[in-house]
């Protein structure tokens, strides 16, 4: 393989050269990037995946297209490590593995993660061999998923399961946005006015749900007023996910609710459905109301 000059002035394969030299509407190409496209489109050939990036890597070419190109494809990542130390698993979907900034935020969250579950445990077996006492692995296990993927945004939760050799493990959970528009990872609540907005415009039936929710498990919501689970918390200070029912808009929500925070670590975790409202959307900034839909 080796290659030549075509007229219209770019470097190709020889065995495209026929095909670009013969279309007279090259000359006039705009851009190093469309005569590129061009190229791959009038050959009878399948362009190679190093050909594509090669092609959106030209001068002229969109900011990150080469990037874009090459994580197209990308595989789910599921990072699994066990010894006599730690267990640790993270995972994350092909949809956060094909957006090269999400991908590269979400591998740098894992090491971080990990670093620190294996200094925590270092620590943690050097006092257990002093003090004559079993070490247990400390664990954690984080596992994004896919909510929803709109025009706009891709939606993933996360729940976690952490061990740091206690009577009984912990469960969290997490949430992210990655805003498509301005190629940024956002949170939820940045999509809204402020977290007092937000909590007063939903308060009313995240708290309704809670009590749903714990009647469903047989137990009655607890009101006093002097008791640690007496209150309905912040929705805002909990786990938010924001969903889609038609891949357009976003129109659900669930309030993860992590153990301890409404009530014992015997109760569990509590993921409460709340209504996307239209006073709830009167709280959403300006530039992301259009990617609402209430449902009143």
């Known amino acids: 393989m080796h290659a030549v000059l075509g007229r219209a002035g770019y470097f190709v394969d020889s065995r495209r050269y026929v095909c670009m030299t013969t279309n007279a509407s090259w000359r006039n190409a705009t851009s190093i990037l469309a005569g590129a496209l061009l190229l791959a489109g009038c050959s009878?050939?399948?362009?190679?995946?190093?050909?594509k990036v090669a092609a959106a890597s030209v001068?002229?070419?969109p900011s990150g297209a080469a990037a874009d190109e090459a994580a197209k494809d990308a595989p789910a990542s599921n990072v699994t490590e066990s010894n006599d130390l730690i267990e640790f698993v993270y995972a994350y979907p092909k949809e956060a593995a094909q957006i090269p900034e999400l991908a590269k935020a979400l591998d740098s969250d894992r090491e971080a993660k990990r670093e620190a579950l294996i200094a925590a445990a270092q620590r943690d077996k050097a006092a257990a061999e002093k003090g004559d006492y079993p070490y247990r692995?400390?664990?954690h296990r984080q596992t994004w998923q896919r909510v929803t993927s709109t025009p706009r945004f891709l939606s993933l939760s996360a729940e976690i399961e952490t061990y740091t050799g206690g009577a009984h493990g912990m469960q969290t959970f997490?949430?992210?946005i990655?805003?498509?528009?301005?190629r940024k990872q956002l949170k939820p609540l940045d999509l809204f006015q402020s977290s007092e907005a937000f909590d007063t415009a939903i308060r009313e039936p995240f708290c309704?749900?809670?009590k749903r929710a714990k009647a469903a498990k047989g137990i009655m919501a607890d009101e006093a007023p002097?008791?640690?689970?007496?209150?309905?918390?912040?929705?805002?200070?909990?786990t938010v996910w924001l969903g889609s029912s038609d891949g357009r808009y976003l129109d659900r929500m669930t309030i993860a609710i992590a153990p301890y925070e409404i009530g014992p670590y015997a109760e569990g975790s509590y993921k409460i459905n709340v209504?996307?409202?239209?006073?709830?959307?009167?709280?959403?900034?300006a530039e992301y109301a259009r990617d609402f839909l209430p449902i009143n």
């Open 44 to 51: 009878d050939d399948k362009s190679t995946k190093a050909e």
């Open 174 to 176: 997490d949430t992210l």
């Open 275 to 285: 209504p996307v409202t239209g006073a709830l959307v009167k709280a959403v900034k």
């Open 178 to 182: 990655w805003d498509r528009n301005r």
């Open 59 to 61: 001068p002229g070419a």
């Open 226 to 238: 002097d008791s640690p689970f007496g209150k309905c918390p912040p929705a805002s200070a909990q």
């Open 137 to 139: 692995a400390h664990s």
């Open 208 to 210: 309704a749900g809670i």
